[in-house]
């Protein structure tokens, strides 16, 4: 999916809720109880996206495979460890996926292959990609957030949600 | 697995938010935030016109941008007794940090009390009193009847000598000018209390007296400094760590070459480069790393000297700058006193300091190069020193902070751009006390009294010895002892029966018990020995003043209700004097009572006024008034004037060649190299196979006081970690995560296994003061002669206890040194 075709969909979610809201405030001058049951009320939870992401057949192991979640604007990776680890999916369970936007500032993280961690050049923090994402040492005050990921009979990764705020916004579906 | 909040999306703040200056109330840095609050049920929304930012937040913002907040900065708590929402977030504009937040900062709002959130709930809210055997809710006047007549009647008894004081003398949290005041005012003006101690050493005493003594007060520069200088000298301190955003705002881009346009304008006509490190550490920290990555290594020295050994390194780099001729004559002659005596006397040849402290001599004369060589063109090289903990709490202190203040002033490097001789510092400052001058120098080794069974009643404010003196196995064990007697004394008399309970009390402490009344915010560990605690408020439950480490002092608005029935200590120092004085005048003593006269404040401000306000040099100028209108900058101390709606502050002190003695010169000093001085350190070195060298770690606030009921921060190190070369843990049988004893003659502790293959061998690296393994546990008794401490110097064997707990399962252990990638 576009950057445009997301921003679309939310823009159009968003405008519904707001005009649900109206009626229901209108209709509370004239008939509560009607005006109510047209309102819809808003989910508990943000909705995610379900994404496709990539094919298990598209991973070599550690090598990091670039994607964006929930929409284009959140950069991520997907990454086969070659080791199964707590959250990992897949036939081996050794498939995580992680935001690589620094949880403290924004900056951009870069993976090394060596020590399997995602590391922040703006002021040092390090995550380990082996242990969902905990920060190894660092200024942010959150852990890396991780993809909730599911893998089809074909291989199909879908990222499905995420399982902490991403830099950058105060709701993670825009 | 990682401790994940589930959280994906939070409450926008709405235009019409309030917002309150706040500084952070943890380390010394003193970060700049906004606290901004409003009401639980109401929120902004994503249009520019709906929230406090006036942006579209519905798109996803830019790196670094200040539109953005964390869960951690988020928490619903008590404002005037309604639920309101609270994000306390880093301001962009503050100078100081100039929008970071560090991992320890940026969650006040997390460690804040809330009730629907559940955070920190173990706080304190109500005076409590020993009653049936445990530790039982009371008023506040029922409880300080009982401290005011047990005290009363112990000082007559054993004079005000029987009255023993551990109280912060700290800004921040559990400290700032009001409460330093409050109970300053209690103890040293009602009372001239000589028994006393501060928080993190066993007496009343400086930390730096020598550079005291010298003239030299050891706040003397300007953030600024760090990025001006030419060359950075960090002795015995880890500032990525410790003093985060003043390392990454202010050293970092002076070693990245970015505040080379700053340098030019405000040091035009000499020569600048990017600046370049020295790192005076035994131990390759995170700072040692980050360096490298900024400025390259050829551009970074990491001296890694035999542990103690920085008096005989600091002589050799004065002998040789001597010897070259790279001293700043003029301002020696102009503003200094007994240079040439501290030559003759501190003399240390390259070969002599380099045996002693194990480097390589070309190392210690780049080292003199890079701190003195006139620069191109024949100007004077700006090299500014900062020390930490590892001089503060390291060997022969004294000697030692003077050996570095000599080279600093000999260079001319003090009150000067680029320049500075200063500590790096812990907490932020607050000091506004009467004089202390009763309390004698040396002072009183308080804990080795308390150990002697000397005293009856003992006051403590925000301090647990338990986690944070020397000698710790002793002084847990007889304090245990002395207290439990009183203890079991107030469970045989009815609570009820007040006369009955102060007669058995007292009794008790004739036999050698000890009543102790603990002021906190929390229950500490040394409270669980305690009769009475007495709830506190902490910074932003309360209005409280403070100065960072380069003397900027600010107001932290009151943006939150204080848990319970919790009060500012500057008021329980109060309500514990009226009570004082209506006791001592129920008995009779008309005289003593008076003297607990002028305690009748009803706010925080009023202790301000009476305190920092009437007392401070140029605290005249200070209100709070118009330290609100100053913002999260404020003014840096001393304030010498009031104008145009500003304080007027003080950048640099001694900027006219003026130091702090009698005659205005600042003092050189001998500094003669005597080994390990502290007793009983050499033979513990010559028994036990291993250095455990301790201090901070990122990640936790001091003792982990707050942290310790912090999800985020347990989830990562639930236990004191020590670092150990992969080589010895090989030799003892170590795996990664295991728990091991560390164990001396003085006592023994605990700590899980970090493997470090940058850790030199048997030098090991322990958390300080940490909730589950106290380091002090295994430091001896030895202190200098002024009553420092020497938590640095400590030797001790490590076995297994366990395979690695249950709680230490699935976390990281990988290397904390960031690497490119």
């Known amino acids: ?174 | 697995m990682a401790y994940k909040r589930q959280i994906d999306r939070l409450p926008i703040i709405p235009k019409d938010a309030k917002e309150h200056n706040v500084t952070c109330h943890f380390c010394i840095v003193g970060c700049g935030y906004k606290a901004y609050t409003w009401d639980v049920n109401k929120q902004g929304g994503p249009e520019p016109a709906n929230n406090k930012f006036g942006v579209d937040l519905a798109k996803a913002q830019a790196g670094q941008d200040a539109a953005w907040y964390s869960p951690s900065m988020f928490n619903v708590v008590r404002q005037n007794g309604r639920d309101v929402n609270l994000v306390i977030m880093p301001d962009k504009a503050c100078s100081v940090n100039s929008g970071l937040g560090s991992v320890r900062g940026a969650r006040m709002a997390e460690t804040s009390y809330s009730k629907p959130r559940g955070t920190q709930l173990h706080r304190l809210t109500s005076p409590m009193v020993w009653r049936y055997g445990q530790m039982q809710p009371t008023s506040w006047n029922d409880a300080l009847d009982l401290v005011a007549r047990v005290t009363a009647t112990v000082i007559k008894e054993q004079g005000e000598d029987g009255l023993f004081v551990s109280a912060f003398d700290h800004g921040g949290a559990g400290g700032g000018y009001e409460n330093t005041w409050g109970t300053g005012k209690l103890y040293f003006e009602a009372m001239k209390v000589k028994n006393i101690r501060i928080h993190n050493r066993p007496a009343y005493n400086s930390e730096v007296h020598a550079t005291r003594d010298m003239g030299v007060g050891e706040l003397n520069n300007c953030y600024e400094d760090a990025q001006l200088a030419d060359t950075i000298v960090c002795i015995g301190a880890n500032p990525l760590e410790t003093q985060t955003n003043y390392f990454l705002n202010h050293w970092v881009p002076n070693l990245r070459g970015a505040s080379l346009e700053l340098k030019r304008r405000e040091i035009p006509g000499e020569a600048h480069a990017p600046g370049r490190i020295i790192i005076i550490d035994p131990r390759r920290t995170v700072t040692v790393n980050a360096c490298e990555v900024e400025a390259g290594k050829d551009r970074v020295l990491h001296l890694a000297l035999e542990s103690g050994t920085d008096m005989v390194l600091f002589n050799a780099l004065m002998t040789y700058i001597h010897d070259k001729g790279w001293t700043d004559k003029a301002f020696i002659a102009a503003s200094t006193k007994d240079y040439d005596k501290m030559i003759a006397a501190n003399r240390t040849s390259i070969e002599e300091a380099a045996r002693i402290t194990g480097l390589v001599p070309a190392d210690i004369i780049k080292a003199a190069t890079w701190i003195a060589e006139p620069k191109d063109g024949g100007k004077r090289r700006r090299a500014m020193f900062a020390y930490e903990k590892g001089i503060i709490w390291g060997n022969d202190n004294y000697r030692t902070n003077a050996a570095i203040v000599n080279v600093a002033l000999a260079t001319g490097n003090v009150g000067r751009p680029g320049g500075g001789v200063v500590r790096l510092g812990g907490h932020q400052e607050g000091y506004s006390r009467p004089s202390d001058a009763h309390v004698g120098r040396p002072a009183a080794y308080v804990d080795q009294l308390l150990i002697n069974g000397k005293g009856g009643v003992h006051h403590i404010w925000g301090c647990d010895h338990y986690k944070t003196t020397l000698n710790a196995t002793l002084f847990k064990q007889v304090y245990k002892k002395r207290t439990d007697m009183v203890k079991d004394a107030m469970s045989t008399v009815p609570a009820s029966d007040r006369k009955g309970l102060v007669d058995a009390i007292v009794a008790a402490i004739k036999q050698g018990g000890l009543f102790v009344v603990d002021v906190d915010i929390v229950p500490s560990q040394i409270g669980q020995a305690a009769h009475v605690w007495l709830p506190a408020a902490t910074s932003g439950e309360m209005n409280l003043t403070s100065m960072n480490g380069e003397r900027r002092m600010r107001l932290v608005e009151r943006y939150m209700d204080p848990p319970g029935d919790s009060m500012p200590d500057c008021l329980i120092a109060a309500r514990i004097a009226n009570h004082m004085e209506r006791v001592l005048r129920e008995m009779g003593d008309a005289a003593y009572a008076d003297k607990f006269k002028g305690f009748d404040w009803k706010t925080e401000e009023d202790a301000f006024m009476d305190g920092y306000h009437k007392h401070e040099k140029g605290g005249t100028h200070v209100t709070y008034a118009r330290l609100r209108a100053m913002g999260t900058n404020g003014f840096q101390e001393p304030a010498i004037d009031f104008k145009d709606g500003k304080i007027i502050g003080t950048k640099r002190l001694y900027s006219d060649g003026k130091f702090g003695t009698k005659d205005g010169k600042a003092i050189f000093m001998e500094a003669k190299w005597r080994g390990l001085q502290a007793p009983g350190k050499q033979t513990q070195k010559n028994k036990f196979a291993f250095l455990i060298n301790n201090g901070r770690a990122n990640l936790v606030w001091q003792s982990a006081y707050l942290d310790q009921h912090n999800d985020f921060v347990m989830d990562r190190f639930p236990y004191p970690l020590i670092e150990i070369n992969p080589a010895d843990m090989a030799e003892l049988g170590l795996k990664q995560g295991d728990l091991v004893e560390v164990f001396n003659d003085d006592g023994a502790t605990q700590a899980t296994v970090y493997p470090t293959p940058s850790a030199k061998k048997k030098q090991a690296f322990m958390k300080f003061g940490y909730p589950t393994g106290a380091v002090g546990n295994v430091v001896n008794s030895g202190t200098n002669e002024l009553i420092l401490p020497n938590y640095k110097q400590t030797w001790a064997n490590i076995r297994k206890l366990a395979d690695a707990p249950e709680g230490t399962k699935g976390i990281t252990w990988k290397s904390q040194e960031y690497t490119a990638g």
């Open chain 1, 1 to 174: 999916m576009s950057k445009r075709c997301d921003l679309k969909i939310d823009m159009g979610r968003r405008l519904f809720l707001r005009g649900g809201a109206a009626v229901a405030a209108g209709a509370a001058a004239t008939v509560a109880g009607q005006g109510l049951a047209e309102a819809k009320p808003l989910p508990a939870l943000v909705d995610y996206p379900a994404r496709k992401l990539a094919n298990v057949s598209q991973l070599k192991p550690n090598e990091p495979f670039d994607v964006a979640y929930p929409d284009a604007d959140a950069p991520g990776v997907l990454l086969k460890l070659g080791k199964r680890v707590e959250g990992g999916v897949g036939p081996d369970g050794d498939i995580v996926g992680f935001s690589t936007i620094c949880p403290h500032k924004g900056f951009p993280l870069a993976y090394n292959k060596s020590d399997r961690t995602l590391n922040c050049p703006g002021h040092y923090s390090r995550f380990d990609c082996e242990a969902g994402g905990q920060q190894i040492w660092g200024q942010a005050t959150q852990n890396l957030p991780q993809y909730v990921l599911r893998v089809a009979a074909n291989g199909d990764i879908t990222a499905e949600g995420i399982d902490e705020l991403l830099y950058g916004r105060l709701s993670n579906v825009l």
